[in-house]
């Protein structure tokens, strides 16, 4: 079967930056799954994005897909004949619907029954019939928040569309896509390449973009602006701090990147780094300059869409617009610091947090007073109170009401210009980590406490409310706050009992449920176990399920006990130990022994029941004092003695006695067993 490239593009109006790239795959993808379930064959397919245009470029794209033996059954043989064996309606009926004789129907005969059968072949759908169906799918499941229309037109896309292509091969395949016919027709650079190209093949895309001073893909254009940025700070005497984000949205703002070094007055360095970059960086998508000790030196870079006949000309205008932006900064800066923090904080009760859990101040003493319940737990200073009643202060600054990115930041600065402790100043900064997925986290032992406090409010407060997070949707941040719970809690080394911390934030409350701090606890325990799973260490997703499942209080106690068990389940005897435990559980769950039964030990009649017995006994002592004591390794190791008394305890008693008060014996030393096999983490979870 004969394959050729295909190339789809949407031309349109400038793209939303921060969305583009993940638009570019949903699409390539939305369209590869079209294919591979209309059983086209191709090669792997490559995405194009740039500010005004999506595209697709499939190559060996088959022609068709393959025809395929079809066998559809028809109406039994004893209905398809009447009794001169003359076809009935229904038989004629079916040989119509399969375009064939009645003589040409095959018999089908199972144990059921006999049908009457059509074997044939089914000639796979030509790929230009397919194509406009398959394009159709895969835009309306592009991840768009709210689609438009342009003009008089019916169709909804999230910019105006001007133009489609869609070729296989040399062909142009018709069709109508968003309201416009598809042709082979694009569009170069807006001023450096205006006039129409058209494309002979759809291989011959990229590469004549780039004549008209296109960079179609995605990640060569990345790495273009990151070399570009990189070589013009170097040129200015410095480095460029780049971050992702910010390189993925400058990338997605041009089409053919020319980087231009700039400066601002020296005067704006006394503003905070932090200022700075957040003028330069988010208002102004400008790439700031450092030194190699990394104190700013006032220079930037910007990424131009166009090759200017006279740089100098773009680089003045881009140091005229952000004049004005640091000059504002500068403003706030000034202005903030002239109303104490402590005023701020008075004025918090006027800003609502949430309808129902009250003001930014209510959640301030609610703050204050976790935030002291877990500082004494693990050493932090009386710098807690201080910094708790601060921690929210900063919100209502103007310069925090510019650059909302910065809350905790500014906080920490204006408490320091204060004279507050560095470790309140700190605190207030540290209590916002993690903000994201690989953040840093809190240092101090009064930023841990308030860090911790702050989420566990959130948490606990919005689950009283019942606006717990339900599939995608998470407006608070809760998956957030959870996992940056678990991640303080266990990098942190803090062994806080967080059923008991979650009871404690419930208790004080606006809103009061019962059980809410049970659900929380549950709702974190999914996150530890997600968190769990992501390691590479050989953790496996039984043992977290053992560990989790004797229900450790504290997420640093159930970390201690998976490691533990990885170690554990490295030695000969461990699978020996987990079969024998699956089995005294399938024995219990059967048996249903009551909750109050014992072992009477006087009226053990067998060797073999009498050396478990003696073998739990020494055994519990030991296991159970090093379990107390956190030695879960030495724990786990020492339940090795039980297997061979175990063992020989099912080869040699019969559990299920006819006699009741043997048997009842009998089940609770193996109860006294399986509880002692899970006193680290439930073993009968684990392969063996």
């Known amino acids: 079967m004969s394959a050729r490239d295909l190339l789809f593009e949407l031309q349109t109006e400038e793209l939303p930056p921060r969305t583009l790239a993940s638009l570019s795959k949903a699409l390539t993808e939305g369209l590869v799954k079209g294919l591979d379930a209309a059983g086209v064959a191709h090669g792997v397919a490559r995405g194009f994005a740039t500010p005004r245009r999506l595209a697709v470029l499939v190559p060996g794209c088959a022609v068709a897909a393959p025809d395929r033996n079809v ?32 003589a040409e129907l095959e018999r089908l005969t199972t144990e059921k029954g006999a049908w009457l059968v059509f074997r044939g072949i089914e000639r796979g759908a030509a790929t230009a019939a397919l194509l406009p169906g398959l394009i159709e799918q895969a835009i309306a499941q592009l991840p768009i928040a709210r689609r438009m229309r342009w003009g008089a037109r019916s169709a909804e896309f999230v910019r105006p569309v001007h133009g489609v292509v869609l070729l296989h091969g040399d062909d142009v395949i018709p069709a109508t896509v968003l309201g416009l016919e598809t042709g082979r027709t694009t569009r170069g650079h807006r001023f450096h390449a205006p006039k129409p190209i058209v494309l002979k093949s759809a291989r011959s895309y990229e590469k004549r973009l780039a004549g008209a001073k296109v960079i179609a ?17 170097a040129a200015a005497g410095g480095r460029a701090l780049i971050e992702n984000a910010l390189l993925d949205e400058v990338t997605a703002l041009v089409e053919w990147p020319v980087p231009i070094a700039g400066r601002f007055e020296p005067r704006f360095l006394e503003l905070p780094r932090e200022v700075v970059i957040a003028t ?73 947090y949430q309808a129902k859990l009250g003001s930014y ?70 209590h916002y980590r993690p903000r994201f997925a690989g953040d840093s986290l809190p240092a101090s032992r009064t930023g841990q ?35 940056g719970v678990l991640r303080i809690l266990i990098e942190g080394r803090l062994d806080l009992d967080l059923v008991r911390l979650l009871e404690a934030s419930a208790a ?25 799973s992501e390691r590479s260490d050989g953790t496996t997703l039984e043992m977290i399920d053992a560990v989790l499942a004797a229900r450790p209080a504290s997420p640093l106690d159930a970390d201690e006990r998976l490691q533990a068990l990885k170690e554990f389940m490295r030695l000969a005897e461990a699978p020996l130990l987990t079969a024998l435990n699956k089995r005294i559980g399938n024995i219990l769950r059967k048996a249903q022994l009551p909750a109050e039964a014992s072992v009477a030990a006087a009226a053990l009649t067998e060797d073999a029941e009498r050396r478990l017995h003696g073998a739990l006994v020494e055994v519990e002592r030991r296991v159970g004092g090093a379990a107390a004591e956190r030695r879960y390794g030495e724990s786990l190791t020492g339940l090795i003695a039980l297997a061979a008394p175990v063992a020989d305890f099912f080869e040699r008693v019969m559990v299920m006695d006819e006699n009741i008060e043997r048997r009842t014996n009998r089940l609770a030393l193996l109860r006294d067993a399986q ?6 983490a439930d073993l009968s979870r684990l392969p063996g």
């Open 71 to 102: 066998e559809r059954r028809g109406p039994p043989v004893s209905n398809a004949f009447d009794a001169s064996g003359a076809p009935t309606q229904a038989a004629r009926a079916f040989a119509r619907n399969c375009a064939v004789d009645v």
């Open 217 to 233: 893909d995605f990640d060569k254009r990345r790495e273009a602006v990151r070399a570009g940025v990189t070589a013009a700070a």
């Open 280 to 352: 330069i960086q988010d208002h102004q998508r400008y790439f700031a300059i450092e030194t190699a000790d990394g104190r700013l030196t006032g220079g930037f870079v910007t990424v131009s869409n166009i090759e200017s006949r006279d740089p100098s000309k773009v680089r003045e205008g881009n140091e005229r617009v952000v004049r004005p932006r640091l000059s504002d900064a500068a403003f706030f800066w000034d202005q903030d610091r002239r109303v104490p923090l402590a005023v701020r904080a008075q004025e918090l009760r006027d800003v609502t």
């Open 361 to 430: 101040a209510d959640k301030t003493e609610r703050l204050k007073t976790l935030a002291h319940w877990i500082g004494e737990r693990i050493a932090a200073g009386p710098e807690v109170g201080p910094a708790a009643e601060l921690a929210k202060a900063d919100l209502l600054t103007a310069m925090v009401g510019e650059f909302p990115e910065l809350q905790g930041v500014m906080g920490r600065y204006y408490a320091a210009a204060e004279g507050y402790p560095d470790e309140v100043a700190r605190a207030i900064e540290e």
């Open 449 to 483: 406490a308030l860090a911790l406090a702050d989420k566990i409010d959130t948490l606990v407060g919005i689950f009283a409310i019942g606006e717990r997070p339900t599939g995608a949707k998470d407006p608070f941040g809760l998956r957030r706050a959870a996992l």
């Open 508 to 532: 004080g409350q606006p809103v009061q449920r019962p059980g809410v701090a049970q659900e929380v606890f549950d709702y974190i325990a999914e996150r530890l176990r997600g968190l769990f």
């Open 675 to 680: 509880r002692l096999l899970g006193t680290v």
